[in-house]
């Protein structure tokens, strides 16, 4: 079991930044890849970036540039830093964890947390 706790959500501009924290306890974290994904009301949860237990990482292509995955395996917290951000990214952004490599779907994670809401306004 992974019991995964995001942080760090909040209103900001547009063109403002955030960071966003997932602190992870339970099973070895060092083995798990991460995602994060994002909800916004009404829309499907899509892929936002994920960086697997190597270091390697896979971005949504409209993220790319913007958004930064990083993990800390001494903290057992996987970041994500969000720059420039826009009214459309505002949305309920969730961190998962697998026991296998990246991946952008969803439903091939096995951990969640409950989820942190970022609103940009604009």
């Known amino acids: 079991q992974v019991q995964l706790v995001e942080s760090g959500g909040g209103l900001v501009q547009t063109g403002g930044s955030l960071r966003l924290s997932c602190a992870a306890s339970?099973?070895?974290?060092?083995?798990?890849?991460m995602g994060w994904f994002r909800q916004a009301p009404g829309k499907e949860r899509e892929f936002v970036a994920a960086?697997?237990?190597?270091?390697?990482?896979a971005y949504e292509d409209s993220m790319r540039g913007r958004f930064t995955v990083s993990r800390d395996t001494a903290k057992n917290t996987v970041y994500l830093q969000m720059n420039s951000l826009k009214p459309e990214d505002t949305a309920v952004y969730y961190c998962?964890?697998?026991?296998?490599?990246?991946?952008?779907?969803?439903?091939?994670?096995?951990?969640w947390g409950q989820g942190t809401q970022v609103t940009v306004s604009s």
């Open positions: 998962a964890a697998r026991r296998a490599g990246i991946v952008m779907r969803w439903l091939d994670y096995d951990y």
């Open positions: 339970g099973q070895t974290f060092s083995s798990y890849s």
């Open positions: 960086i697997g237990w190597s270091g390697g990482t």
